[in-house]
C-alpha cells in the first residue's frame, strides 16, 4: 500500500492569489493524478504528472492556471493559480498501486 | 462514454440498521470496480475492488455485490454505526486506461 502525505489540509485565500499543494509518497510512484472534487460533484481529473516530463492535462484545465511540478519519484506540487471563488473545492492527489490510493485532501474556500 | 450512475444520492438511516447502495455503469472493456468511503473534507478511502470474475467481497460489514452482465454493483452495510456517515463512491476502470470513471457518491447520513 502507499501512504500519501498531502497538505495543506485547509486553507481559505483571497481572490486573485496562488495556494500550492505538496503531495510526498512514501514509495516511489511512476504517475501521480491530481484531481479536483467540486461540492456534490465526482471527481474530475486535473492532470497526470510523470516524473521528468511536462503534466498531461485533460479537457477544460491548462497549465497556466495549474502549473503542477514532478522533481521525484515521490512528490508533486499542485498551484491553482490567481484564484477565483470558482476555483473553491476539495484538490486531491492519487497514486496507483494494486488500487487507487488518494491522499487526505486540500479543503479550498477562495473568498 | 463511460458513465458511471450511483443511487440514491442521499440516504438516511437509524444506527444499527442496514442499507444497500447503488451502481450502474456503462464502463468499457470492464476492469475492475471500487468502492470508496469519503469523509467529509477528506480523501476517498478504499473500501473493495473486484474484478470481472468476483461477485462478492466483504470488508467487515460492508459486502460488495458485482454483476458484470447487468453492468451493476451493490455496496450492502450491516449494522450501521454513527462512523458510516460519510459519502460512498463507486469507481470503474476500463481495461487499458489508467484514468477511473468516478460515480458522484451516495451520501448516507446514520442518526443516533
Known amino acids: 500500500s502507499a501512504v500519501i502525505s498531502q497538505k495543506p489540509s485547509r486553507d481559505i485565500c483571497q481572490r486573485g492569489t496562488s495556494l500550492t499543494i505538496q503531495c510526498q509518497v512514501d514509495?516511489?510512484?511512476?504517475?501521480m493524478f491530481w484531481y479536483r472534487q467540486q461540492p456534490g460533484q465526482s471527481l474530475t481529473l486535473i492532470a497526470t504528472?510523470?516524473?521528468?516530463?511536462?503534466?498531461?492535462?485533460e479537457s477544460g484545465f491548462v497549465i497556466d492556471k495549474f502549473p503542477i511540478s514532478r522533481p521525484n519519484l515521490t512528490f508533486s506540487t499542485l498551484t491553482v493559480s490567481n484564484m477565483s471563488p470558482e476555483d473553491s473545492s476539495i484538490y486531491l492527489c492519487?497514486?496507483?498501486?494494486?488500487?487507487?490510493?488518494f491522499g487526505s485532501g486540500t479543503q479550498l474556500s477562495v473568498l | 462514454k463511460n458513465q458511471v450512475e450511483q443511487s440514491p444520492q442521499s440516504l438516511i438511516i437509524l444506527e444499527g440498521k442496514n442499507c444497500t447502495l447503488q451502481?450502474?455503469?456503462?464502463?468499457?472493456?470492464?476492469?475492475?470496480l471500487r468502492w470508496y468511503k469519503q469523509d467529509t473534507g477528506r480523501g476517498p478511502v478504499s473500501l473493495t475492488i473486484?474484478?470481472?470474475?468476483?461477485n462478492t467481497k466483504s470488508n467487515g460489514r460492508y459486502t460488495a455485490t458485482l454483476d458484470a452482465d447487468t453492468k451493476q454493483s451493490s455496496l450492502h452495510i450491516t449494522a450501521s454505526q454513527l462512523s458510516d456517515s460519510a459519502s460512498y463512491i463507486c469507481?470503474?476502470?476500463?481495461?487499458?486506461?489508467?484514468?477511473?470513471?468516478f460515480g458522484r457518491g451516495t451520501s448516507l447520513i446514520v442518526h443516533p
Open positions: 469507481v470503474v476502470s476500463a481495461g487499458g486506461s489508467y484514468i477511473p470513471t
Open positions: 492519487s497514486v496507483l498501486g494494486e488500487k487507487l490510493f
Open positions: 451502481c450502474n455503469y456503462t464502463v468499457s472493456p470492464f476492469s475492475n
Open positions: 504528472a510523470n516524473q521528468g516530463s511536462e503534466a498531461t492535462y
Open positions: 514509495s516511489q510512484v511512476t504517475m
Open positions: 473486484m474484478t470481472f470474475s468476483e
